[in-house]
């Protein structure tokens, strides 16, 4: 009779306890891998936000440069200036109220310079020559022909915009032809902050900031024959990416301001700029 054999007393595989170690081992190493995943996902976001906010700094910082370098800009010789209206005087006018504050023009009362309150985006409104504001209206004069040009800066719901007037019409010189228009210049906009610096009285300056002051002082200054000669300014711009998580809490003050603790789920930076105004200088030197 064939015999069935048995079998046998230990069969291979693995124990309870070998098995427990397997998945502990696995879960540990799955969790690494995906915290080395969060990980890089969250510094590439950060990359990512720094860059944007960066370029948008560089390119924002470079406009207004190139606008803020012709402040008070009025040039009797050269320029081809529309002369429908008495243009010695408004270069007289121009040249001594580069910088406008509330209560220079009569049809707008409200229009000028403000230092806001603390927390609050200042407001910048200045007078030039030129061909077209800063939204490229020429409000209605001939191609090439320059004007009396208004521009407003002014932050509204994290926006830096800005709107452009004909000084003219501002002034009660002439009828508007063309109506005013705003442009957004750069959104994500958490501040914008701006200092005045004056010279000495002009009869005694030789055209250098001695102090810088904000928008709620020139009135006064203007009575005491000094005149702003440069801008200061700071923009604190954010992220568009809310995803971004920074470990700690920020904080930032700009210019005059009083420092602000940041979101962190944004990256912020500030970038700031003085620029001595050309034209002014030249002016008040050439007033001794």
């Known amino acids: 009779m064939r015999r069935i054999p048995h079998a046998p007393a230990h069969q291979n595989g693995f124990s309870l306890v070998e098995l427990m170690v397997t998945l502990t081992l696995g879960l540990l190493i799955s969790a690494a891998v995906i915290q080395v995943l969060v990980s890089s996902s969250v510094t590439n976001k950060l990359n990512q936000a720094v860059a944007q906010v960066q370029e948008s700094g560089r390119f924002i910082m470079g406009r207004l440069s190139a606008e803020f370098y012709e402040v008070g800009r009025y040039d009797l010789v050269t320029a081809n200036i529309d002369n429908s209206v008495d243009t010695i005087a408004e270069a007289a006018y121009v040249q001594n109220n580069p910088i406008a504050i509330p209560g220079d023009f009569g049809s707008i009362a409200s229009l000028g310079s403000v230092q806001t309150a603390s927390g609050g985006s200042d407001k910048l409104v200045v007078s030039m020559l030129g061909t077209e504001d ?16 208004v521009n407003h800066y002014f932050v509204s719901g994290n926006a830096l ?13 002439k009828v508007q032809a063309v109506s005013p228009s705003t442009v957004t210049l ?5 501040s914008f902050q701006i200092q005045f610096g004056v010279s000495d009285t002009i009869t005694s300056s030789r055209g250098q900031a001695i102090r810088y002051v904000t928008a709620d002082e020139i009135g006064g200054l203007r009575n005491t024959n000094q005149q702003v000669v440069s801008l200061r300014w700071a ?14 809490a920020q904080k930032y003050a700009l210019l005059n301001e ?31």
């Open 235 to 248: 923009l604190m711009l954010k992220s568009y990416q809310n995803e971004v998580q920074q470990t700690q």
């Open 134 to 149: 800063c939204t490229g209206n020429n409000h209605g004069y001939a191609v090439d022909a320059e004007f009396h040009v």
């Open 186 to 190: 750069l959104d994500n906009v958490e």
């Open 258 to 288: 009083a420092a602000r603790t940041m979101s962190t789920s944004h990256y912020y930076q500030v970038f700031s700029k003085t620029l001595a105004l050309r034209n002014m200088k030249n002016f008040v030197r050439s007033s001794q």
């Open 161 to 173: 915009k800005c709107t452009g007037y004909d000084g003219r019409v501002l002034r009660g010189l």
